[in-house]
C-alpha cells in the first residue's frame, strides 16, 4: 500500500495582527486608500499576479509579477512565441535547482532584477529608516511606474513559516496598513498589515547570510539595459574575477617598477584569471530560424542598431586603443591580420549559437550538452536599410538538432562582412579586447588609487574614466 503523506490545505491567517484583504474590514481599507490616492501601482499588480510554483520561490515568483507589471519585455521566448517573465527564466544569479533546494537570498533578487532589465534601488533595514521606507512605499503606491518588494520574516505577523517575499500592493495613509500581496496563496490570502510591524519584520537577520532584511524598489530603465554586454554571475567563474579585482589588482599596483601605463596593464592582463571572459558576456540576438525569413524585423534591426553604436563607441575610447595595440603589436605581418588580429568568428558564433539555442529550447538551467556545427555566415536584408552580417548554424542536444540566427553586431555598418572583401578588410565584431576594456571601464574608481608614481595614476586614472563616455556607453558600464 502507498504511502499516505499529510497534506495541509491553507492556513487561517492570524488575525489580528494582520486583516485579510477580503474581509469587509480589508475592503473597507482598499475602498478609502484607493480614495486616497495610494493604491494606484495595485491594479497593474494584481493583473500579472501569480503564485508562486515551488515552497522556495517567493523571491522568484514576487519578481516575475514586478517586472510583468511593468511592462518589461525580457527579450527571450517563455512558451511558443510567448516572450513573458516566469520564474523558470530568473536563472542568472543563482541556478534553479539551488532556489528550489535552499531558497534564494535578498541580494540574489537584487542581482536578478538588474539581469532582468529592471532599475532597482535596494536598501536594507540598517541603511534606511522606517520614516524613509513610508516615504518609499508611499511614492510606490501612488504611480503606477514603481513597485516595491520587501523581504521579511513571518513571526511578528505570528503566521508560520520563515523568510519570505512578497510584492507591497498598496498603503492606506491613515490607518498606516500596507497590503500585503503574498505570493503563497496556497497558505495566505493578501493581507494589510500595520506598516510598523512589516518594518519589524524586515529588520531581521536572514541567517543565510549574516545581514538585515529590507525592501526594494523596482521600475523601468529609461533605456534598453544591457544593450551588448552583461555580466553574468550564475556560475563559478565570478568568484575568482570577483577576487582578482578585489584583492589581485590592488596588490598588483604596489609594484613600485610600474612607470608607464602599458606596464601597468601588461601586468593586469598577465594576472587574469583563466576564466576571465565568462564574467562579461556578450549579448548577441539569438532567434530560431524560420522559414523565408529573409529581413529584419523593425525591432531587431533597432536593437541591432543600439549594439553596434555601442560597439563603435568603445572601439572610439583611447582605453580601446592602449588594450588593442598591447594584445595585438603593430609588428605582426599584414597578410594574417584578418585571422589574428581578433578573436575567431567561427569560435564567437559557436559559443553564442549554444547560449541561444539553450535559452531557445527551454533549457535555462545548464547550457551544457549543447554542440554547435555547420557555423556559416550569411546576409540578410534589415528592412530596407541595407544588408546585415548574420551567423547562422545548427545546435545539437541529446541528438535533437535547432536551427538558429544569430544577428551579429559589428562597429559599423560599412564593416559589415556583406560589403567587404574578406582578405583586405578586418570585420570588427565584439571580441576579447572589447570585453576587456569594458572590463576595466566597469572597476570601481578607488581601485586605481595604489598606483604609486602619481604621473602612471593621473594618466591611467584619465584613460579608465567614464566621466566623458558617451551617454549610450555610460549607462551600458554602469
Given at each position: 500500500?502507498?504511502?499516505?503523506?499529510?497534506?495541509?490545505?491553507?492556513?487561517?491567517?492570524?488575525?489580528?495582527?494582520?486583516?485579510?484583504?477580503?474581509?469587509?474590514?480589508?475592503?473597507?481599507?482598499?475602498?478609502?486608500?484607493?480614495?486616497?490616492?495610494?493604491?494606484?501601482?495595485?491594479?497593474?499588480?494584481?493583473?500579472?499576479?501569480?503564485?508562486?510554483?515551488?515552497?522556495?520561490?517567493?523571491?522568484?515568483?514576487?519578481?516575475?509579477?514586478?517586472?510583468?507589471?511593468?511592462?518589461?519585455?525580457?527579450?527571450?521566448?517563455?512558451?511558443?512565441?510567448?516572450?513573458?517573465?516566469?520564474?523558470?527564466?530568473?536563472?542568472?544569479?543563482?541556478?534553479?535547482?539551488?532556489?528550489?533546494?535552499?531558497?534564494?537570498?535578498?541580494?540574489?533578487?537584487?542581482?536578478?532584477?538588474?539581469?532582468?532589465?529592471?532599475?532597482?534601488?535596494?536598501?536594507?533595514?540598517?541603511?534606511?529608516?522606517?520614516?524613509?521606507?513610508?516615504?518609499?512605499?508611499?511614492?510606490?503606491?501612488?504611480?503606477?511606474?514603481?513597485?516595491?518588494?520587501?523581504?521579511?520574516?513571518?513571526?511578528?505577523?505570528?503566521?508560520?513559516?520563515?523568510?519570505?517575499?512578497?510584492?507591497?500592493?498598496?498603503?492606506?495613509?491613515?490607518?498606516?496598513?500596507?497590503?500585503?500581496?503574498?505570493?503563497?496563496?496556497?497558505?495566505?490570502?493578501?493581507?494589510?498589515?500595520?506598516?510598523?510591524?512589516?518594518?519589524?519584520?524586515?529588520?531581521?537577520?536572514?541567517?543565510?547570510?549574516?545581514?538585515?532584511?529590507?525592501?526594494?524598489?523596482?521600475?523601468?530603465?529609461?533605456?534598453?539595459?544591457?544593450?551588448?554586454?552583461?555580466?553574468?554571475?550564475?556560475?563559478?567563474?565570478?568568484?575568482?574575477?570577483?577576487?582578482?579585482?578585489?584583492?589581485?589588482?590592488?596588490?598588483?599596483?604596489?609594484?613600485?617598477?610600474?612607470?608607464?601605463?602599458?606596464?601597468?596593464?601588461?601586468?593586469?592582463?598577465?594576472?587574469?584569471?583563466?576564466?576571465?571572459?565568462?564574467?562579461?558576456?556578450?549579448?548577441?540576438?539569438?532567434?530560431?530560424?524560420?522559414?523565408?525569413?529573409?529581413?529584419?524585423?523593425?525591432?531587431?534591426?533597432?536593437?541591432?542598431?543600439?549594439?553596434?553604436?555601442?560597439?563603435?563607441?568603445?572601439?572610439?575610447?583611447?582605453?580601446?586603443?592602449?588594450?588593442?595595440?598591447?594584445?595585438?603589436?603593430?609588428?605582426?605581418?599584414?597578410?594574417?591580420?584578418?585571422?589574428?588580429?581578433?578573436?575567431?568568428?567561427?569560435?564567437?558564433?559557436?559559443?553564442?549559437?549554444?547560449?541561444?539555442?539553450?535559452?531557445?529550447?527551454?533549457?535555462?538551467?545548464?547550457?551544457?550538452?549543447?554542440?554547435?556545427?555547420?557555423?556559416?555566415?550569411?546576409?540578410?536584408?534589415?528592412?530596407?536599410?541595407?544588408?546585415?552580417?548574420?551567423?547562422?548554424?545548427?545546435?545539437?542536444?541529446?541528438?535533437?538538432?535547432?536551427a538558429v540566427d544569430l544577428l551579429l553586431p559589428t562597429s559599423s555598418s560599412k564593416t559589415s562582412l556583406c560589403n567587404s572583401n574578406l582578405r583586405s578588410k578586418i570585420v570588427k565584431y565584439p571580441?576579447?579586447?572589447?570585453?576587456?576594456?569594458?572590463?576595466?571601464?566597469?572597476?570601481?574608481?578607488?581601485?586605481?588609487?595604489?598606483?604609486?608614481?602619481?604621473?602612471?595614476?593621473?594618466?591611467?586614472?584619465?584613460?579608465?574614466?567614464?566621466?566623458?563616455?558617451?551617454?549610450?556607453?555610460?549607462?551600458?558600464?554602469?
Amino acid at each position: 500500500s502507498r504511502m499516505e503523506v499529510a497534506s495541509l490545505y491553507r492556513r487561517v491567517l492570524p488575525s489580528p495582527p494582520a486583516v485579510e484583504f477580503a474581509s469587509a474590514e480589508g475592503k473597507r481599507l482598499f475602498a478609502e486608500a484607493l480614495q486616497g490616492g495610494t493604491m494606484e501601482g495595485f491594479f497593474n499588480l494584481i493583473s500579472y499576479f501569480q503564485t508562486q510554483s515551488e515552497p522556495a520561490f517567493c523571491g522568484l515568483a514576487s519578481l516575475s509579477v514586478v517586472l510583468n507589471a511593468l511592462a518589461i519585455d525580457p527579450g527571450r521566448p517563455w512558451k511558443g512565441p510567448w516572450r513573458w517573465f516566469d520564474e523558470s527564466m530568473l536563472d542568472c544569479c543563482e541556478p534553479l535547482h539551488k532556489v528550489k533546494a535552499e531558497g534564494i537570498t535578498f541580494g540574489k533578487v537584487v542581482c536578478l532584477a538588474h539581469c532582468a532589465g529592471a532599475r532597482v534601488q535596494s536598501f536594507r533595514a540598517d541603511q534606511t529608516t522606517i520614516h524613509d521606507f513610508r516615504a518609499h512605499l508611499t511614492r510606490c503606491a501612488s504611480s503606477q511606474d514603481c513597485h516595491l518588494i520587501s523581504s521579511y520574516h513571518r513571526s511578528p505577523f505570528k503566521q508560520t513559516g520563515t523568510g519570505h517575499f512578497s510584492p507591497i500592493g498598496g498603503y492606506h495613509a491613515e490607518k498606516d496598513m500596507a497590503l500585503i500581496l503574498d505570493v503563497a496563496r496556497f497558505k495566505y490570502p493578501p493581507h494589510w498589515v500595520p506598516l510598523t510591524l512589516l518594518w519589524d519584520a524586515m529588520n531581521t537577520t536572514d541567517e543565510a547570510t549574516g545581514l538585515l532584511r529590507g525592501f526594494m524598489l523596482v521600475s523601468r530603465r529609461s533605456s534598453a539595459p544591457s544593450l551588448l554586454y552583461t555580466v553574468s554571475c550564475g556560475h563559478g567563474s565570478w568568484k575568482s574575477m570577483a577576487k582578482y579585482c578585489v584583492e589581485d589588482v590592488p596588490n598588483l599596483l604596489k609594484d613600485e617598477s610600474l612607470d608607464n601605463v602599458t606596464t601597468l596593464l601588461s601586468r593586469l592582463v598577465e594576472s587574469l584569471p583563466a576564466n576571465a571572459g565568462d564574467l562579461i558576456k556578450c549579448v548577441i540576438e539569438v532567434r530560431r530560424k524560420e522559414e523565408g525569413e529573409s529581413s529584419l524585423s523593425k525591432e531587431e534591426k533597432e536593437r541591432l542598431f543600439l549594439k553596434e553604436k555601442v560597439l563603435q563607441q568603445i572601439r572610439d575610447t583611447d582605453l580601446f586603443r592602449v588594450v588593442h595595440e598591447l594584445q595585438y603589436p603593430k609588428g605582426l605581418c599584414g597578410s594574417c591580420s584578418s585571422s589574428s588580429d581578433e578573436d575567431s568568428l567561427a569560435e564567437i558564433a559557436a559559443t553564442v549559437c549554444c547560449q541561444g539555442a539553450a535559452f531557445l529550447s527551454g533549457n535555462l538551467v545548464s547550457r551544457d550538452g549543447f554542440c554547435c556545427r555547420e557555423t556559416c555566415i550569411k546576409c540578410i536584408e534589415a528592412n530596407g536599410d541595407g544588408l546585415k552580417t548574420v551567423i547562422s548554424g545548427t545546435v545539437v542536444s541529446k541528438g535533437n538538432e535547432q536551427a538558429v540566427d544569430l544577428l551579429l553586431p559589428t562597429s559599423s555598418s560599412k564593416t559589415s562582412l556583406c560589403n567587404s572583401n574578406l582578405r583586405s578588410k578586418i570585420v570588427k565584431y565584439p571580441s576579447s579586447t572589447d570585453v576587456l576594456t569594458v572590463l576595466l571601464l566597469v572597476l570601481q574608481p578607488n581601485t586605481w588609487l595604489g598606483i604609486k608614481d602619481e604621473n602612471v595614476k593621473a594618466e591611467f586614472q584619465s584613460l579608465v574614466s567614464t566621466d566623458n563616455l558617451p551617454d549610450l556607453l555610460k549607462q551600458e558600464v554602469r
